[in-house]
């Protein structure tokens, strides 16, 4: 049996090692890529309206979400802004909440958490809009975001750096 809380940015910064180590599971990424989204993890804790829960299986991490209110100089913020224009960038961004990772450990998926935790973040979430960036295929992700009433704002989106294809989607909150 899994528990669910909030995590404030404080105990989050804590976790990041364990975060990363999760997101590199679930998303299957190199050692490499896992230790810079642990340094990026750290840096969105800083940032404003951060809102973040966790799933714990006997005091251990196994899944985490997290978001924030960006803001004009984010990096991610600026890209989408850029690939979505200046109308719809106004419309989804000026009082977005920034939904940056959902994942559950593999070998806790299908039972709900990752449920739990959109549904428990985007509850507390400050913004008038809430948008994210997913890979662009029919994902489990792209499932539970759609039925969660999250719809396409873009696709094959590609970010500096990266030949992956992605989605950008968004839901009014
Ligand atoms: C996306 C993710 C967080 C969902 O967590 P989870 O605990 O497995 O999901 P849940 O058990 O709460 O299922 C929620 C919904 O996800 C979708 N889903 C889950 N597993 C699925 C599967 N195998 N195929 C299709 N849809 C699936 C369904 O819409 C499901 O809703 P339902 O139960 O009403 O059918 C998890 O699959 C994950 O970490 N995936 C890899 C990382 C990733 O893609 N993260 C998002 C990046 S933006």
Request: proline residues 3%.
């Amino acid at each position: 049996m899994t528990d669910l809380r909030a995590i404030d940015a404080s105990e989050f910064r804590a976790l990041a090692t364990d975060a990363a180590s999760i997101y590199g599971e679930a998303m299957r990424r190199s050692p490499e890529v896992v230790v810079q989204r642990r340094d990026i993890i750290t840096a969105h804790v800083t940032y404003r309206g951060f809102v973040a829960a966790g799933v714990f299986d006997a005091m251990s991490l196994v899944g985490f979400g997290y978001g924030y209110q960006g803001v004009p100089g984010q990096w991610w913020h600026d890209v989408v802004a850029a690939g979505l224009g200046r109308d719809r960038a106004k419309r989804w961004l000026r009082d977005g909440f920034e939904l940056a990772e959902l994942h559950v450990r593999p070998d806790h998926q299908g039972y709900g958490d990752g449920r739990r935790l959109l549904d428990d973040v985007l509850s507390r979430a400050n913004g008038a809009h809430a948008v994210l960036s997913t890979p662009d295929t029919e994902s489990p992700a792209r499932h539970l975001y759609r039925s969660y009433g999250f719809a396409d704002l873009c696709c094959d989106f590609r970010f500096p750096g990266s030949q992956e294809a992605y989605a950008i989607m968004g839901v009014d909150l």
